[in-house]
Each structure stands twice: as structure tokens, then as C-alpha cells.
């Protein structure tokens, strides 16, 4: 499903269900050894996920560990990226001579908490999803502007190691064509002054799906 929204080159593996049969290696068990069941859970079925996909591109299976904010750390030559809600975990990854970053989210498809869009979302943020409403109300637009800020962090970490907050980026969602613009209100050296990531959202199955697929 999830590949709908990604570039050609990207592999991906998604499941809709926990798998017990992807067993973790001992280094990546001693970081989830006090987590509760559904963490661990979501831990292995999505560590299961992205062994499959590096399987894809020639890797042997190894762990995946975690790294600073909690990026996982991929072989070299590799970009990626991972996400998990109720009900889906998916892993992305890609050669890093064919992309320079990769972000992907999933949310349940329902309205944000209350609160939560005030803390999240730019006072023009809030104008366009108005006007997103007025076109198709049924649709949770509020929960495809946090998505796609959480695929927009995803893409920016891992390549400048820098924190990115809420309101650095302005998300310009297309109600039409199932693309989102984000324009970048923070400079990295890696991404250069004035940049912009250029995403997709899918809505389908009760989920909120967005991914960026940043060309090198």
C-alpha cells in the first residue's frame, strides 16, 4: 500500500499485524527489555519489517539499533525509515547513491486529540485547513498535517542532526492530487537555505499513510 506514495527504487514491507516468527537480535532485545508488550511488539514486527526490505537491496539480516532522538541507525550506503500505529508497521529503505533521505508516518485516520493542533500547526496552517474542510469535511485533515510533519522530521534528522520542531515547516496540503509541498523554515547546510520537501498522503483502511522520497 504504502509504495503507492513512494518513488520507483524505494523498497518497502508493511504488515498489518505483529509478527512473532521475526525474532530480534540480542543488542536490539536489550532496548526494549522493560518496554510493555504492545512496544516491544511494535518494536519487533517493524525491525521484522525492515530486515525484509534490506534483504531486497543484498543485506544479510543484522540489527537495526537506535541512535541519536532515536533514528535507527542503517548500514552504510543505506537510507530509511520506519513507523508503526494500531493496526500497521512499515519499513522503507533505499540506496543512499539513488536518495538522499526518506520519511514515512501512519496514523490512525481520525481527528487529533484535542490540544493537539494548536501545539502542531502554523497560524496559515490553520487557514488552509479550513479551506481543505469546506471542500471535503469528512476527510481528517488535521491528522494528515501532523503525519506529514512527522514524515518531514523523519526526512530532516537523519542528515543534519538537527532538531526540527512543529513550527518550522509549513505544510501545504493538495486535496486533488494526494501531494503535500513542505516548506522548510530552518536552514541545514546538507539541504541548503530554501528547502523543500516534496511529499504524498494516501488516505485508505481507517489510515493516515505519508512518505517523502528525497532525490540525491
Known amino acids: 500500500m504504502i509504495e503507492e506514495i513512494l518513488a520507483p527504487g524505494v523498497v518497502t514491507e508493511e504488515t498489518f499485524s505483529d509478527d512473532s516468527a521475526s525474532p530480534l537480535f540480542p543488542e536490539e ?35 537495526l539499533l537506535t541512535g541519536e532522538r532515536g533514528a535507527p541507525i542503517w548500514p552504510d550506503g543505506v537510507v530509511g525509515s520506519m513507523t508503526h500505529c494500531d493496526g500497521y508497521r512499515a519499513a522503507v ?11 514515512i508516518d501512519a496514523e490512525p485516520a481520525g481527528p487529533l486529540p484535542d490540544g493537539v493542533l494548536d501545539a502542531i500547526a502554523r497560524p496559515e496552517e490553520l487557514v488552509r485547513l479550513k479551506d ?14 501532523f503525519s506529514a510533519k512527522e514524515s518531514v522530521y523523519k526526512t530532516w534528522f537523519p542528515v543534519t542532526r538537527q532538531w526540527l520542531g512543529f513550527e518550522d515547516a509549513s505544510i501545504d496540503i493538495d486535496p486533488d492530487t ?12 546538507t539541504f541548503g537555505p530554501r528547502t523543500e520537501f516534496h511529499g504524498r498522503w494516501m488516505l485508505r483502511d481507517g489510515l493516515v499513510l505519508t512518505a517523502i522520497s528525497h532525490p540525491r
Open 132 to 145: 481543505l474542510a469546506d471542500t471535503r469535511e469528512e476527510v481528517c485533515w488535521d491528522r494528515i498535517l
Open 29 to 63: 532485545l536489550a532496548l526494549v527489555a522493560s518496554a510493555v508488550p504492545k512496544r516491544r511488539n511494535e518494536f519487533t514486527t517493524t525491525r521484522g519489517c525492515a530486515r525484509k526490505a534490506l534483504g531486497s537491496l543484498g543485506f544479510p539480516p543484522a540489527p
Open 93 to 103: 529503505v533505499a540506496h543512499q547513491s539513488d536518495f538522499l533521505a526518506l520519511g
Open 178 to 189: 494526494g501531494a503535500f509541498r513542505a516548506r522548510l523554515l530552518v536552514s541545514a547546510e
